[in-house]
């Protein structure tokens, strides 16, 4: 099915993104002014309407586009930063029915398409890509059995568009070749001790912070290597890079722009960890 897209009051750059992310998807996109936006709405399946972080000035185009929330034929979606997200709430469910936040991510583009223009998703983001991530699943599953003697099962996916960790310990290896990104685990203090006393057959009060950022860089280590062999003749195809460990508490890794993260959820010894994964083919 193919829709109509408006884009209203964009930035030139802004614009660009935009278009960029929307070719993927079966519509059409037309940048309109302001001044022609409320006589033209009705053409439209979805507009995207730009706020800028002040937001007084788009408040009041907005507002006039619709005055007292009239003509709901066409969903407006605001496209703010994390700062104009505040001012621009006010008129959600009045003038407009949701908020993209910049920078503009696939999935959550894809998702606001098929809610708001009954636009199916892009293959990019419409599912999980099994190829690539069931060998992260089970090189995590088959190292822990193997190096800690621990058994492991996932229980929860989900996408999220920052490469956030919640542990205290993580490791970090990036992704290069065919495809690129990066695989992370992370740890809770507490799982990772235990984790890596299994692997060095030691006690937790024999086991030192370097005993444990080595193990935890070294499980990292083998789950990557084992999602390498996996995918080695695929488009998924990658080379590791050495291990970084973080200690400490959450911290963010780097991710290709645009590209968000699958956070695979596991639990042993039922406690939970994570292992993030960020990858893409390279154009």
């Given at each position: 099915m193919s829709a109509e897209i408006a884009l209203i009051g964009f930035p030139r750059l802004q614009e660009q993104i935009a278009s960029r992310l929307l070719s993927e998807h079966d519509v059409k996109v037309q940048r309109i002014e302001f001044d022609e936006a409320a006589a033209r709405l009705s053409m439209f399946n979805l507009a995207l309407f730009f706020w800028p972080d002040g937001g007084e000035t788009a408040a009041q185009r907005l507002k006039s586009m619709r005055p007292n929330g009239e003509d709901k034929g066409c969903p407006i979606v605001i496209v703010t930063s994390n700062t104009g997200q505040y001012t621009a709430q006010k008129a959600v469910g009045v003038q407009a029915e949701d908020i993209l936040l910049t920078p503009?991510?696939?999935?959550?583009?894809?998702?606001?398409?098929?809610?708001?223009?009954?636009?199916?998703?892009?293959?990019?983001?419409?599912?999980?890509?099994?190829?690539?991530?069931?060998?992260f699943v089970a090189g995590t599953v088959d190292t822990l059995k193997q190096m800690?003697?621990?058994?492991?099962?996932?229980?929860?996916?989900?996408?999220?568009?920052?490469?956030?960790?919640?542990?205290f310990y993580s490791g970090t290896i990036g992704l290069s070749g065919k495809a690129e990104g990066f695989v992370s685990v992370t740890f809770s203090k507490e799982l990772a001790t235990s984790v890596v006393c299994?692997?060095?057959s030691m006690t937790p009060?024999?086991?030192?912070?370097?005993?444990?950022?080595?193990g935890v860089g070294e499980l990292m280590n083998?789950?990557?290597?084992?999602?390498?062999?996996?995918?080695v003749n695929t488009a998924h195809a990658f080379q590791i890079s050495i291990p970084q460990v973080f200690s400490g508490g959450p911290h963010t890794v780097a991710q290709p722009r645009g590209i968000p993260v699958f956070?695979?959820?596991?639990?042993?010894?039922?406690?939970?960890?994570?292992?993030?994964?960020?990858?893409?083919?390279?154009?």
């Open positions: 503009l991510q696939p999935h959550d583009v894809s998702q606001k398409l098929a809610k708001y223009a009954g636009v199916a998703k892009s293959r990019e983001t419409a599912a999980v890509d099994a190829d690539y991530i069931n060998p800690a003697g621990m058994t492991c099962e996932r229980i929860g996916l989900r996408l999220s568009n920052e490469a956030t960790s919640r542990g299994k692997m060095l009060e024999e086991v030192t912070e370097e005993d444990i950022r080595d083998v789950v990557a290597g084992a999602a390498k062999a996996e995918l956070i695979i959820e596991f639990e042993a010894d039922k406690q939970p960890f994570d292992v993030m994964v960020c990858l893409r083919q390279r154009q």
